[in-house]
Every structure is written in C-alpha cells, then in structure tokens.
C-alpha cells in the first residue's frame, strides 16, 4: 500500500471515530433524562475500578488513623459519648411525644420502617469534569437506590439526589449545586416560595421565581425543602440567602450558599423512602 | 496485542491517578488532566491511529463519570491524540524542551476544544475551578516531558 493511500485509510478512520462522537453528542442535545446504554456500560464497567482504588485509599488511611493517630482517640471517645447521651435523652421525648398522638404498635411499625428508609453511603469519585456538578457513591441497585431518591450529609442537609446512570454497586448523585439541578424550597422566617437552582460553576446556587414585589425575604434567612417537587421531603435544610438583588425585570435575583460542604462531603445518607409518606 | 494491552494499562494508570489525586486534594486534579496526558504520549510512542482510539477511551470514561454531554470529552481527545500521533511524525519532538512545549500545545488544543464544544452546546459559562482549569496545560506538559524522558531512559537502559 502507498504512502498516500496509508494516510487516507488513517484520516478516514479518524473521521469516522469523530463521526460517531459527533452522533452521540446530538442524541443528546437537547438534554433528556435518561444516559444511553453506552454511557452505562462504561460507568458499569470503570465505576467498581473506582470503588478499589477508594477502599484501597481508605485502607491506608485507616492505617494511619488506627496506630499513629491514636491520640485524638480518647477525645473522640468523650465526644462521642456526650453525643450518644444527648441522642438518647432525645430519643425518649421523641417517642414520649409520639405516644400522644398514636398507639404503641403504629409506633413501633413507623420506627421499624425510619430505620429502614436510611442507607448511608460513602462518596468514592467525583464529577470528572466539573466539581459542583455530581459525585459517585457506593451504594447501587443491589442495595435498593434507584433514580431521583433524596440525598442528605453527615448534617442532614441537602445534598442533591440520585440520578441515571445507577450501576449494581454504584450510583451518580446530582448535587444542588448543578446548573440542570431545580428543588421547591422555602424560607423558614417568611415563607417565601421558589426554587433553588446551582449556577455549576462557582458551588453558589439561586433562589428563583421570587417575585420583585415581595418584600419579606431577608438575607441570612434559611431556605428549606417543601416537597412540592414530589421528590424531596419536606424540612431538609438546603442554604441560607446571600444577597437579593431587584433590578428591573420580573422576578428578585437571590444568591444562595448551599450548606452542603463538598470538602466534608465523605458520606452520605440516600433517603430511600419519603419520610412524609411513613407519618 | 502488545499495543493493546499498554493502552490498556496507560487508561487504568491515569484513572488511578485521577481517583487518588480527587481524594487528595479536588485543586490538584483540577490543574493536571492524566487522560489527556495519557493520550498524548500514546499519539507520542505508538502514532495517530493509537492515539485517536486512546483518546476515544480516555475521553469517553471522563464524559460518563460527568454529567455533561457523553462524548465532548471524547470528541475532542481523539483529535488530540490523532495530531499528537501526526505531529510527532512530521516534526522532531523528542528534545526534551520541544517536548515540553509540544505536550503543553496538545493540552492547550484539547482543553480549547473542550471549552469551546461545551459553550457552544451549553450555550453559557463553563465551570473554570477558579482559573486551575487554566493551569492544567502546563501541568500536564510539565510532568509529560518528564515522564516521556523518564520512559525513553529506561528503554535505552533496557535495550542495553
């Protein structure tokens, strides 16, 4: 075979590869929901080599943690144990107060099924393009996770929810703080109504549709879910208010700083079922 | 075989890399892009047409750890590694200073495609990591160089 013809079997190769890339990216846009089989096949593929290299990185750590750094040990001890009996005390005037309101077996059944609706995970990979836009965590369809289930912190703020692609062992998590992520908030003080968006670029996110006309909002004021998107259960905290600008158009522009810490971000609860659904 | 298996160790070596580096610290991974430079110096030792089915791998498994558009990454990966492999036949790059800034205008080239692919679908702003995203060129010529020298050592060492 020629030189010339060697080069042009070459470059039509490379048009065909830019081809096929060029086919997916306009199966895509606009945007839709659901990722293809060949974007799932590969996070199937690569997300449990994701998952070794965490736990062997966790492993090291806990090396580390188990025999040099067993001063802190006896502090984390005491604080643990204040945190337990405070925990306990709250316990018994929880179900003291639930008493009131229902018998001890429907009390018994909403406690068994709280226990069941939590399944912590830890976070293995981040978004590999963008940081605010999702992370990776260890729990999959084996455990039950499927699309569009609420995710909380270590705190109980919001984190974001679960979305495509969910593998065996793995699954995506949006984060609150994506451009594409919209969640029905309010405010605690005022009541105010809207929907808070991430702006994916800078970890702040915004407080939408709030009318320029409304005068309650105030800054510092705590925004929590309200359930009205039917995938969020009512009162997790999700950020506090920044700043409100009003300028001429229609509705007031409302910065937003998610409580969520994506540096303190190593585990996560996933709320598998709606906890307004068990009262 | 041989090929196919070393592009196979050079995608779990950068992926490795790239998992460790996001749990030390999220700047450093936002500043030294491995798939790219994996790409690169594949295009490097092996010609265009490895270079452009690395770059397809490399940056097809960086677009479904995303939430972007599956096969911007890809997209323009196989372009850099296809010019990394063509480049590199035409002119000498082996001098390590040529190295260096060969390497780096490959980077600048995928991270140009990238940016400009992603704006023009997005059609808004795109997340900079407050400016590192501008460091990663550099970075990644400035390990790639060394790494490339590092490799062309030990095969003369080895041929020996």
């Known amino acids: 075979m020629s030189q010339i013809q060697s080069e042009r079997r070459k470059q039509l190769v490379l048009a065909g590869l830019l081809f096929f890339q060029l086919v997916l990216i306009s199966l895509q846009v606009p945007r839709g929901e659901e990722s293809s089989y060949f974007e799932k096949g590969i996070f199937f593929i690569f997300s449990p080599v994701q998952r070794g290299i965490h736990a062997l990185f966790e492993k090291m750590g806990s090396v580390w943690t188990r025999y040099v750094d067993l001063r802190s040990v006896e502090k984390q001890n005491r604080d643990m144990k204040d945190e337990l009996f405070r925990l306990r005390q709250e316990n018994i005037q929880l179900r003291n107060g639930l ?85 029905s908030v309010y405010s605690k003080d005022h009541r105010v109504v809207g929907v808070l968006a991430g702006d994916g670029k800078s970890g702040t996110c915004w407080f939408k549709y709030v009318q320029a006309t409304n005068t309650d ?5 705590e925004l929590i879910t309200s359930s009205l998107d039917r995938i969020f259960p009512a009162g997790i905290r999700a950020g506090r208010v920044v700043s409100i600008v009003t300028d001429n158009s229609l509705f007031k522009k409302i910065a937003v700083r998610p409580e969520l810490d994506l540096a303190d971000l190593n585990f996560v609860a996933v709320l598998t079922q709606r906890l307004d659904t068990l009262f | 075989m041989r090929d196919v298996m070393e592009a196979a160790a050079g995608i779990l070596i950068a992926f490795l890399f790239y998992t460790l580096f996001r749990k030390i610290s999220v700047s450093l991974s936002e500043s030294l892009n491995f798939f790219t430079l994996a790409v690169i110096l594949i295009g490097l030792m092996k010609g265009e047409m490895a270079g452009a089915f690395m770059g397809m791998a490399c940056g097809l498994i960086v677009d479904s750890f995303s939430l972007g558009i599956f096969g911007i990454s890809g997209l323009a990966n196989t372009l850099t590694g296809y010019l990394a492999g063509y480049i590199s036949r035409k002119v000498n790059v082996i001098p390590f200073l040529r190295n260096l800034v060969f390497i780096g205008i490959m980077a600048s080239l995928e991270l140009a495609v990238w940016m400009g692919m992603s704006a023009l679908i997005f059609g808004e702003g795109i997340h900079f990591g407050k400016g590192l995203i501008f460091l990663q060129p550099v970075f990644t010529a400035i390990v790639g160089s060394l790494l490339f020298l590092g490799i062309r050592k030990f095969r003369a060492q080895h041929e020996k």
């Open chain 1, 99 to 183: 008493e009131k309101f229902t018998d001890k077996q429907a009390i018994a059944r909403i406690l068994s099924d709280l226990r069941q609706s939590y399944l912590f995970a830890a976070v293995i990979g981040a978004d590999a393009s963008n940081l605010y836009k999702s992370v990776i965590i260890d729990k999959g369809s084996r455990d039950g996770l499927t699309n569009s289930m609420a995710v909380v912190d270590k705190y109980g703020n919001l984190v974001g929810r679960t979305i495509n692609p969910v593998s065996l062992g793995e699954a995506t998590v949006q984060l609150l703080t994506d451009d594409n992520s919209g969640i």
């Open chain 1, 217 to 221: 909002l105030a800054v510092g004021e």
